[in-house]
């Protein structure tokens, strides 16, 4: 199984920078793709920028602000999140995903960022 624990959230100005860290602990060579989403107030949690195989995708409304990267000798990702916006105040979580016989999801905690106008 996979534990993951996220940090780095907290309240920003809009403009400012802040970095996500999330650490997986357990049977980490099984991952086959990580990925951060978040879910705002009132909305379904989506999908901000996944991570595999060296393979970076973002959402549309994150491009060009956002970097996710990883760091495998400490099974760590990191979610770079620079020029913040209001827009971007959610709970941002990490997710990982184990292939088998049965497709496993697994989540963090959730890491709270506060965006202020």
């Known amino acids: 199984q996979v534990q993951l624990v996220e940090s780095g959230g907290g309240l920003v100005q809009a403009g400012g920078s802040l970095r996500l860290s999330c650490t997986a602990s357990g049977s980490t060579i099984s991952i086959y793709y990580m990925g951060w989403y978040r879910q705002a107030p009132g909305k379904q949690r989506e999908l901000v920028a996944s991570?595999?195989?060296?393979?970076?995708n973002y959402a549309n409304s994150v491009k060009g602000r956002f970097a996710i990267s990883g760091d495998n000798a400490k099974n760590t990702l990191f979610l770079q999140m620079n020029n913040l916006k209001s827009e971007d105040t959610a709970v941002y979580y990490c997710?990982?995903?184990?292939?088998?016989?049965?497709?496993?999801?697994?989540w963090g905690q959730g890491t709270q960022v506060t965006v202020s106008s």
């Open positions: 997710n990982a995903k184990i292939p088998g016989a049965s497709w496993r999801d697994y």
């Open positions: 991570f595999s195989g060296g393979t970076t």
